[in-house]
């Protein structure tokens, strides 16, 4: 049995310790070649941003530690934003994230919008999305979430904390029993 708050430290810890992954450049799987490309946009909104998907994909993430195999993952970012690559490096990383395969039971979808910038608020939007092929059949079963995110600036000209204001949850039918 797990005492009371273990659960809440346990995750404030994993998501602050994957936050720090974030924020420096990515070597878990070996030395980089080359130096991650600069960040020419506007990087902390993105730093911003990518804390909060971050935090998002707890449940995710804490499956990816458990089970070190890589994961099937569809990785879309805006393809015009020069972040791109610098952002899938990141993610493919913590999720260890792998190209999705015709064989796969479960696919995670998670899709990152561009960022505008509009007076003092940044936005994305942030899909993410599970995908179970039911056994036997071509039928899907999931769920998925969409976050509009936002990030304010503070009255000092600092970006803020990104937030959502407002998600949308959906989940499709689930697969039909076999046997009966």
């Given amino acids: 049995m797990i005492p009371v708050g273990t659960t809440a430290r346990l995750t404030l810890v994993v998501v602050l310790s994957l936050t720090a992954a974030v924020l420096r450049p990515v070597e878990a799987q070996g030395a980089l070649r080359t130096a991650p490309p600069e960040m020419s946009s506007d990087s902390t909104a993105w730093q911003r941003v990518l804390v909060y998907v ?36 990141q993610l493919k990383t913590i999720l260890r994230a792998r190209p999705v395969t015709d064989k796969d039971a479960v696919v995670h979808t998670l899709e ?61 039918a689930g697969c039909p029993r076999s046997g009966g």
């Fill in 112 to 172: 990152i919008g561009a960022l505008s910038i509009v007076n003092d608020t940044a936005r994305v939007k942030v899909t993410l999305d599970v995908t179970r092929r039911c056994s036997g059949s071509t039928r899907t079963a999931g769920f998925g979430n969409v976050d509009d995110v936002f990030v304010p600036r503070t009255p000092q000209g600092f970006w803020g904390a990104a937030r959502s204001s407002g998600t949308l949850h959906g989940d499709r």
């Fill in 54 to 89: 971050v935090g998002a994909l707890g449940t995710q993430i804490v499956q990816s530690a458990s089970d070190t195999s890589p994961q099937p993952w569809h990785l879309r970012l805006p393809p015009d934003e020069p972040q791109r690559q610098l952002l899938e490096t």
